[in-house]
């Protein structure tokens, strides 16, 4: 890894099987609904969650409502997806695992960013990108553990 690319990983255990945390998070146009990073979602082209599956995202950052249009690149359903956009030369690619682990689900939220000439590693915004990933897990736990419970 040189200046120009980072990798940014956060973690969390969900009481429930794989299956049914891919279950809810699946469900692509619910996300606004339970998710308090996702603002609103749009756009969508292609079979879900296939590669090349387009979509419109607009994700809190900072408070600050920011658009995606990502486009799905690797798909191992329901254990692995990963999809990926690019602004201002930077390049992201956001993966989620879905593992069994314990009693339950892991589910591993992993980002990378890359540019061509941007230093994303001496200026993107770590704690703001670790805070949206932390949301958006932490809301899926609340909304699959909930509906376990329900």
Sequence with gaps: MG??????????????????????????????????????????????????????????????????HPTVVAADLPHRIAWSSTQFTITGRHTFLFQPFADGTRVIDEKHFASPIFPVRLFYPRPVIAAMSKGWLRSLKEEVEGRAKG
Excluded: Y
């Design 3 to 68: 200046l120009r690319d980072l990798t940014l990983t956060q973690t969390i255990h969900i009481d429930v099987p794989p299956e049914r945390v891919w279950d809810v998070f699946r469900r692509i146009r619910d996300w606004p609904r339970w998710n308090r990073v996702c603002l609103r979602v749009g756009s969508l082209e292609g079979e879900p969650w296939s590669i090349g599956f387009r979509f419109f995202i607009v994700l809190r950052m900072a408070g600050v409502p920011i658009p995606f």
